[in-house]
Every structure is written in C-alpha cells, then in structure tokens.
C-alpha cells in the first residue's frame, strides 16, 4: 500500500506536505478542500455560509468516497474523520497519517478559522473544534506525524512511510 491520505486540523500542513511529497517524488496529489472549492466555483468559507457546515461534511464525504487508488497522495479537509465512512474508504487504499500541529501553531498559522471555511457550527473556538476533533484523528491514522517539525523533516517522515525505508 502506497498510497498515503492526510488527516488533521486546518492549519496543521496537510496540503503543504503533500504538495511537497507529490512535487518531490513525482506522484498524484489532490486535495479534497479544492476539489469541493473547484465544483461549486467558491471558497468553503461561502459554501459553509451558503448553505452550512453540515452540507460541507456531506460533500467532503462525497469527494472521497469517489477517490481510489490512482491518487497516490490525499490531503483531506479537517472535517473528514467525522464520516467513518470516509475513513473506512481511505484505508482500503491508504496509509492514514495524522499530522498532529500543537493547537498554538494552528490558531498562529489560521489567525481567525471562520474564514478558513471551518465545517463546524459558527459558535465553536477553534480550541473547541481541536479538542473535540483530536481524539478522532488519532482513532483513524495509521501513523502520526509531529507537525511542529519542518516540511523537510515531515517529507523524510513520510518517505519512510511510502518507501518503506
């Protein structure tokens, strides 16, 4: 299995990383926030405030359980461990990694999560949104990484993973 999905918080470096792992090793990358931005042509921050946060969990679920094994590298919205069904998906083609950002570095590099297009209601802190979702990233990963390190320590992270080094 070669295939590697990305779990975590806004914030925490999935699509970095796996931008970085796909340029670096020359392998497929998507990213579900950008497929579910590509098909309404708005940002998820408009499409939680269009319709609401629960339609964005029900369309992030939608992207990936269209996704398969061709897609070597996924980087997932921070919503997507709420749907086992997602989850269960992912694992029968890939290695769930968990890039576990101490919650400081999330809310530094998010600034205000209301406008990162945050799937949860229009109330929760992102504190709030951390601890409820923490234990649910750590249920569904296969491997958990330290999202303090550097995008060059996390890519030789993950190389060890995909390669098998």
């Keep these: ?16 990383i796996g931008e970085a792992v796909s340029t670096k090793l020359g392998i497929s990358f998507v990213d579900t926030d950008l497929l579910i931005e590509e098909k309404h042509n708005l940002s998820l921050e408009e499409i939680k405030n269009k319709y609401d946060y629960k339609f964005l969990r029900t369309e992030e679920e939608n992207i990936i359980l269209n996704l398969n094994s061709s897609t070597q590298i996924i980087s997932t919205g921070g919503s997507a461990v709420y749907s086992n069904n997602s989850m269960q998906h992912l694992k029968k083609f890939s290695s769930v990694i968990y890039i576990d950002t101490p919650l400081e570095i999330i809310i530094k590099r998010i600034d205000i999560g209301q406008e990162r ?18 234990p649910l990233y750590r249920k569904h990963s296969d491997f958990i990484l330290n999202g303090s390190k550097s995008i060059d320590e996390l890519f030789n992270d993950v190389k060890k993973i995909f390669l098998n080094e």
Excluded: Q
Excluded at 1 to 14: D, H
Excluded at 122 to 131: I, L, P, Q, R, W
């Design 1 to 16: 299995m070669n295939n590697i999905s990305f779990i975590g918080m806004a914030g925490c470096g999935k699509s970095t």
């Design 117 to 134: 297009g945050l799937a949860v209601p229009k109330d929760m802190s992102v504190a709030e949104v951390y601890y409820e979702r923490e």
